[in-house]
C-alpha cells in the first residue's frame, strides 16, 4: 500500500486558479452593487423629476382652466352686448 504524493505544482496551480475565481466573483459583486446604488439613485432622480413635473403640469391645468373661463365669461358678456344693440 502505497500513499499518493501530490503534485505540488499542481496543488499550487490549482490555488493560484481557485483565487483568481474568487477574485473574479468579487470584483462582479462589487459592479453590481455598484450599479444597483446607482439604478436606485436613477430611479430616485427620475421620480423627483416627475414628481416636479407632474406638479407644475397640474399647476398650468389649473391656469388654462382658469383663462378659459375667464374668456368663457368675456365672451358670453359680449354676445350679451352685441344681442341688446
Known sequence: MSLEIPDSREDARID???EREQLKHLKDHVGDEMRAAK?????AKD????????????????ERRQEDM??????ETANTILREE
Do not use: M, P, Q, S
Request: glycine letters at 6%; zero cysteines.
Open 16 to 18: 493560484r486558479e481557485h
Open 39 to 43: 439604478d436606485r439613485e436613477e430611479r
Open 47 to 62: 421620480k423627483a423629476t416627475h414628481e416636479l413635473k407632474d406638479k407644475i403640469g397640474y399647476e398650468e391645468k389649473g
Open 70 to 75: 375667464t374668456d368663457a365669461a368675456l365672451k
